[in-house]
Structure formats: C-alpha cells, structure tokens
C-alpha cells in the first residue's frame, strides 16, 4: 500500500509532471535513478576504449578526427550523467569506487573485443543506434535532470551512428576483403548489440516498477524489436548477409521474428566474465590513479582561492 506521500508523488508522475532533484521522492525511485544513471554513466566512459583501440590505426586524417570527436563526446556523456546522478545525492567520488571495486555495473557491450577497423563502423551503427532507441524515450522520462541530459546526448548520438554506417557503406562498396570485414564485424556485433537493452520481459526484475515511475516508457523487449525492425532494412541496403539465418518478416506481427538470444553468455559477461572485462576495468583503474596528481593540484588550487577569498 502507498502512503500519501508515496501516493502524491505517483499521481504526479501519471499527470506527467517532471521530478526534480528537490522534490520529495520515494527512497526506492532515488536509488533505481541513481543505479540507472550512474551504470549509463560508466557504461559512456568505459565505451570510450574498444574505440580508442583504433584512434591511431583509422585509415585516414579524416576518419582519425571524425573517430576522436566521437569518443570525446562520449566522455561529455559520461560527464552530463555523473552530474545528473549527483543531483541525487551521491557523489561522483562514490559512484566511481563502485566502478572500479565491479560493485557498478556498465553496458555488456564494451566488453568485446574491436578487432577490425570495420568494428568501428559496426560501434557507431548498431551500438549507437542501439542506444538511440533506448535513450530517445528517456528524454521524456519522470526525472527531470536526467531527461535533459538526454536530448543532447541523443543528437550527438545520431552523428554516431551515421558516421558508423558511413564507414559500413565505404567497406561494402570496397574490396572483396573490405566487405568481409564489413560483413565479420556485422556478425560479431549483431547479438551483443541485441543484448544491450537487457534481459526479456520474462526476466528483467526492475522493469515493471520503473515502468510505473516513468523511468522505463518501452520495455527491453519492445526497444530490442525496434532495433531489429530498423536494423534489417539497413543491413539489406548495405548488401550484407543477415547475421541471424532466423530473421523473417512476420506480415502477421508486422515484425522482424529472429532467433533466440544466448542468454547464458549475456550472464556470464554481467558476472564479469566476457571477453575483455577484466581488461577494460584494469584501464579504467590505472587511468583514475594516473590522475590522481591532477585532481590532487586541482583541489590545492581551490584551496589556495578559498584561503585568499578569507584573508
Ligand atoms: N549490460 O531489470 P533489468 C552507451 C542489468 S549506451 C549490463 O531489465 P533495468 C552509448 C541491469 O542493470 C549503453 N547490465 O534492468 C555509447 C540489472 O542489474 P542491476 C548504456 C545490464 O535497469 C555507445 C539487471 O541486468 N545505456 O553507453 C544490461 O530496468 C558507443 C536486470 O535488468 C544505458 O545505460 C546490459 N546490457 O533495464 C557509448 C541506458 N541490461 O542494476 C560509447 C539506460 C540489463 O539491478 C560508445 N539504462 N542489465 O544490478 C536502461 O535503459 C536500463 O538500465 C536497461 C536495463 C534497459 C539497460
């Protein structure tokens, strides 16, 4: 049963009237946000590395600085995001601790390995376009700071995604050996980025919930079938092979049907066990370490202007 807080807060949220960060709200609602947005926040600045993999082998001057720009606006991400789940009430230095003890989650997806320069290609398109679909909803989510981070997120996400598909597009109509890139990261990328909305309906404990506080719009479930019914058509117009022999247009559903999803590997790399895990929390550890002299030099500056103010 709510209370009448509890209760207020609920008529609220269904009159479609934002939170904001200091309005009263539900200790469970702060705490679903604050694991939200503190695991897209990661998920933002530890996607920088299987990209900065190829910042000094991208093929051209070109591509080299569409590459860094992309990569930087993912640390703009990262940065909107802790600000937003500072509003919260935790701070940037806990979330942080929580990254790199493992307790913090981040997106499956940058736990795999980007072998070719085609996978740069199939990042910015299915991963960001995977992102796209999730995050375009979240713009109209109940909590206000989050939302607005959200929108420009989503249009610097779109350029992403675009770029992505334009390297797909200059390998299909390359060499024979460029489409196979082409077609080997389409593959390897096709399920992973499958599994970034998370786990089906069936299985996702805090869906309904969020669903009832406006947090979720779209289930996992919808969001992913979006993504496939966008996806295919893309995948056709390039002249790639489909990368699951299961997909088929159902006329019935109005839908893409397509194979099933190895849940057991989607596990196993939320339990720390992909491919590159282990590997991309060691970077993100020795890059906060490696730091520590500049915030240590920040903050005895801002120390230095404190005391002057004083005297
Ligand atoms: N990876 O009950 P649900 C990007 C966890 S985009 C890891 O369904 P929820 C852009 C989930 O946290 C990627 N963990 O959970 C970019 C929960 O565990 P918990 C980031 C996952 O929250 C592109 C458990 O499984 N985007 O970075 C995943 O209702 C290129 C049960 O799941 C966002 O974070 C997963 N894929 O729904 C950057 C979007 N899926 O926390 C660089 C915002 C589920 O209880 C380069 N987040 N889990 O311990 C969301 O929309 C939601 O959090 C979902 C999960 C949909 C991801």
Redesign the pocket.
Known sequence: ELSDAERAFQDRIDAGIRIEAKDWMPDAYRKTLI??IS??AH??IV??LP?GNWVTRAPTLKRKAILLAKIQD?AG?GLYLYSAAETLGVSRDELLADLHSGKA??????NYPTLSWADMGA?GWL??GS?II??IP?CRCSYGPYSRAMIRVCKE?SF?ARQGYDIMMALCRGTAEQKAMAQDALNRYWWPAL?????SDAA????AQ?AQWRI?LFS?DELRQRMVDQTVPQIEYLGLQLPDPAIKWNEERGHYDFGDINWDEFYQV?KGNGPCNRERLRTRVKAYEDGAWFRDALQAHADKQHDQKKS
């Open positions: 694991r939200q695991q897209h998920s933002e996607g920088q990209e993912e991400h989650k981040y997106s499956s997806i940058f990042i991963v960001d992102a999730n995050q979240l996400e992403h599994m970034m909305f998370g786990p996702s404990v805090n869906s969020s979720k996992n939320l």
